[in-house]
């Protein structure tokens, strides 16, 4: 692992790798020792990547891979669940920021996923760990395809490359690292994840269609309602029940790759 170049983003501390093995492991191991009390972590390419569920996440080189990492005051009046669509918003607004030609473009995809044009564009992986007294210290990874994308994924992909935008990692993530402190002065430690809420669902792909949500050990079809004052999911299922989907594959329209 190459020694990193220390900047700054937004305010926030700002180590850029060369190479590392995870974004979302240094960033988290730097917050955890009380190194930092908040910061960004970068790579031009990770060795060890991954994404929901334990999934590898490929990283090659001229795709941005940013985690940042920051303490919240975990109770049960703060919804974190609220943080994932914190983040879609933060790094969909920062994409707008140097691309406004994709405004109409782009949608978010329930947990945590940039569509462009139907396509996944980039995955986010939050990840939460002990910090001091009562706080959590909250990790909040970016795989953004930039020049390259995935052939053989879960969903359809592509990349900014691929739909005629050339955009370095690093000017992304100069938008991306503002947009997200702005965004989490929104949320205000819970108090504005409603406000947080709303603003995703203004950009959700797929509201009032039919999808299929994927469990390892089943799957539940139905139409996607809306979501609920955390953030989660909910389904009315084909019995006309109500559900509330916390974490599942999600599968609609033409994001269903055949034979997945």
């Keep these: 692992?190459?020694?990193?170049?220390?900047?700054?983003?937004?305010?926030?501390?700002?180590?850029?790798?060369?190479?590392?093995?995870?974004?979302?492991?240094?960033?988290s191991r730097l917050a955890s020792i009380g190194e930092f009390e908040r910061v960004w972590v970068t790579a031009l390419e990770q060795f060890a990547g991954r994404g929901r569920r334990g999934r590898e996440w490929e990283s090659p080189r001229?795709?941005?891979?940013?985690?940042?990492?920051?303490?919240?005051?975990?109770?049960?009046?703060?919804?974190l669940t609220g943080l994932p669509l914190l983040a879609s918003l933060a790094l969909r607004d920062a994409v707008v920021d140097v691309a406004p030609a994709l405004t109409h473009q782009l949608g978010l995809k329930w947990p945590n996923d940039l569509?462009?044009?139907g396509k996944k564009l980039a995955g986010i992986l939050l990840e939460s760990t002990a910090g001091e007294g009562s706080a959590t210290i909250i990790t909040a990874g970016f795989g953004v395809n930039c020049a390259w994308h995935p052939q053989d994924a879960l969903y359809a992909t592509?990349?900014?490359?691929?739909?005629?935008?050339?955009?370095?990692?690093d000017r992304l993530f100069a938008?991306?690292?503002?947009?997200?402190?702005?965004?989490?002065?929104?949320?205000?430690?819970?108090?504005g994840t409603e406000t947080v809420r709303d603003g995703w669902l203004a950009h959700a792909v797929g509201l009032g269609e039919q999808l299929v949500a994927r469990y390892s050990d089943g799957e539940v079809y139905g139409t996607?309602?809306?979501?609920?004052?955390?953030?989660?999911l909910m389904l009315r299922d084909d019995t006309g029940n109500?559900?509330?989907i916390s974490a599942a594959d999600i599968f609609f329209g033409n994001l269903h790759k055949a034979g997945a």
């Design 175 to 191: 938008a991306l690292a503002l947009r997200f402190d702005q965004w989490l002065g929104v949320w205000d430690g819970g108090k």
């Design 242 to 244: 109500l559900r509330q």
């Design 158 to 169: 592509t990349s900014l490359r691929d739909e005629g935008v050339l955009m370095s990692a």
């Design 115 to 117: 569509l462009l044009n």
């Design 62 to 79: 001229g795709n941005l891979f940013a985690s940042a990492a920051f303490p919240v005051q975990a109770s049960a009046s703060v919804p």
């Design 1 to 27: 692992m190459a020694g990193p170049d220390y900047r700054r983003a937004a305010g926030w501390p700002h180590l850029a790798f060369e190479t590392v093995g995870s974004t979302n492991t240094e960033a």
């Design 224 to 232: 996607f309602e809306s979501l609920d004052e955390s953030g989660f």
